[in-house]
């Protein structure tokens, strides 16, 4: 893809990482440049719609990923940053304003905080809850099944086991 | 003394408990006189964690799972899981379980925009609308029921194909569904189209134009209200989609009633393609002949002791996936839908993501709705029909 070898020109210091799995194309960024890239690829390569915003959580780290689409050639490209338990990233409500609520819910489920967020509370989640529920050291909070005879059943997620 | 209250902003909760919500969709209106100044939509009073508990379940589980999160369009859902996972084991379904898919992804839309229509109708307060509309729905959820025994979850998808094939008589039901609905379709228009309360109310509401969709995040029908021929089906063709001939219907205004337009034409749209769906029908198998990936049919089990231990082997420990992410978009009723499935080579999925059309369509209402009337919040509410299980997963 064209754009990612221009990415790779200009913003050589901050790509970490490029792949291609399925026939979708990555690109892993530093944090701190995130945000002129994303708007370089917005405003030069028309890469204008957001497409979904979400995390995926690695105990230490969770990774932030941005789907975006340019509407002419129908090329979709994913932006993906890491962040540190515990660090923020910068609020693209700026280039999007409907990140406001995908951000609202990173925070709430995964608590990555964001830089320049104007209402970072929760959504999903009542406002008192403690925790976020979507990070992988978060138990399921299921309970047995009970039965007579005093048979102890198991969690249903225990039923099959966790077969790496 | 009226005039001092004349600029005093009202406060006014609507909902979460509230008929013309959707479900529980909760908005906090600021009203100058009957005007909205603004609102703010809150949500997560349907949150169900299903993106939690798919974490915890086997692949085939999963499929029972989705299905509830867009409850009025599970085909889609599981059609997007399935389709992800199907790519990151590059497997290929045969045809007959694509054309079969097709078909009720179809259904499931028809179904899932009269229930839309209906409910939209019943707000306005007509009543024979919702009627007309769900005894069509139900016919739909009759051909369900006889494709898997279940009304509003045909949950048949399975990885590589389908759990098991059409019963007998099943295409001469769909026949007789497609050959009475264009009469119903022809009452509804009757009905609403031309009906003057109905234009009146809807035209020039909550206008959502093509500059708000794009920094909105919206798809689907609002997006195509719009006036921007964007479908997904078309874009990024799944399934056996690029081989149907069908048009994206659109209008320019990017109101509520141009959204009404476009859901009324795509249900001609997918009549017209459950007919070629039908045509296309041909005898073959309905799952890939992959022992890793497929049970074995009933008939080895009795023989063969390989098939046994294949059957043990997919029922209590399920399938691997090898490593790696796939997101996988289709086009429900309401929009795009993608499912994002990362694999770390176990049987249980490390992630499920499922990007929901109606979260971005519920949140455009903010800027949607001020200016209007209190009296119009409730169509503009409805005209993005939003699915609250599917805003709040």
């Known amino acids: ?164 | 003394m009226l005039n001092d209250l004349a600029d005093d902003i009202m406060e006014l909760n609507l909902g979460p408990q509230h008929p013309s919500t959707h479900g529980v969709l909760r908005l906090k209106l600021k009203l100058n006189g009957e005007y909205v100044v603004s609102a703010e939509p809150v949500i997560g009073y349907l949150h169900t964690g299903i993106e939690k508990e798919c974490e915890s379940r086997t692949y085939t589980q999963v499929f029972t799972l989705v299905d509830r999160i867009d409850y009025l369009s599970g085909p889609a859902e599981e059609q997007a899981f399935a389709g992800a996972v199907e790519k990151l084991m590059a497997l290929e379904v045969p045809e007959r379980a694509q054309t079969i898919r097709v078909l009720l992804l179809e259904l499931s839309r028809i179904a899932s925009h009269l229930v839309w229509v209906g409910t939209s109708a019943l707000e306005l307060n007509m009543s024979s609308v919702y009627m007309y509309a769900f005894a069509e729905r139900e016919k739909i959820l009759d051909l369900f029921e006889e494709m898997s025994g279940a009304r509003m979850f045909p949950s048949c998808w399975r990885i590589g194909g389908l759990a098991y094939d059409t019963p007998v008589g099943f295409e001469e039901q769909v026949r007789k569904f497609l050959k009475h609905f264009p009469e119903m379709w022809k009452d509804l228009d009757a009905l609403l189209t031309d009906n003057y309360v109905w234009r009146t109310r809807l035209e020039g509401v909550a206008i959502i134009d093509k500059q708000r969709c794009e920094d909105y995040l919206c798809t689907g029908p609002v997006l195509r209200g719009a006036g921007v021929p964007y479908d997904i089906r078309k874009v990024y063709p799944y399934l056996t989609y690029k081989d149907y001939s069908f048009d994206i219907p659109t209008r320019p205004q990017g109101d509520a009633f141009a959204r009404y337009e476009v859901r009324m034409e795509e249900m001609k749209e997918s009549a017209s393609l459950i007919e070629q769906a039908l045509n296309k029908l041909k005898p073959g198998p309905v799952i890939v002949d992959n022992r890793k990936v497929a049970l074995p049919p009933r008939r080895e089990l009795v023989r063969s002791m390989e098939a046994v231990i294949h059957q043990f082997k997919l029922v209590s420990e399920g399938l691997h996936p090898p490593v790696g992410d796939f997101y996988n978009c289709v086009e429900s009723s309401r929009g795009e839908l993608g499912c994002y499935v990362v694999s770390d080579g176990s049987n249980k999925p490390y992630r499920v993501r499922v990007r929901s059309p109606s979260f971005p369509h519920v949140e455009v209402l903010k800027e949607a709705l001020v200016g209007h009337l209190l009296s119009d919040v409730v169509v503009g509410i409805a005209s993005v029909d939003p699915i609250l299980g599917d805003v709040d997963r």
Request: glycine share 6%; hydrophobic share 40%.
């Open chain 1, 1 to 164: 893809m064209q754009a990612v070898e221009t990415l790779k020109e200009k913003f050589s210091e901050s790509i970490l990482n490029e792949s291609i799995c399925a026939g979708q194309t990555t690109v892993q960024v530093k944090k701190e440049s995130l945000v002129d890239l994303l708007l370089f690829l917005k405003s030069d390569f028309n890469f204008r719609k957001l497409i979904d915003l979400t995390a995926v959580d690695y105990i230490k780290e969770t990774k932030v990923l941005y789907w975006l689409e340019n509407p002419t050639t129908l090329e979709r490209i994913r932006i993906i940053v890491s962040v540190m338990r515990g660090e923020k990233l910068p609020s693209v409500i700026e280039l999007w304003p409907g990140a406001n609520w995908y951000e609202r819910e990173l925070f709430d489920m995964f608590g990555v905080g964001f830089l320049g967020h104007p209402d970072l509370k929760r959504i999903l989640m009542p406002d008192h809850w403690v925790g976020h529920p979507m990070r992988r050291d978060y138990a399921l909070g299921e309970e047995p099944v009970e039965f007579k005879y005093g048979v102890k059943p198991k969690c249903p997620s225990e039923i099959i086991p966790h077969v790496k």
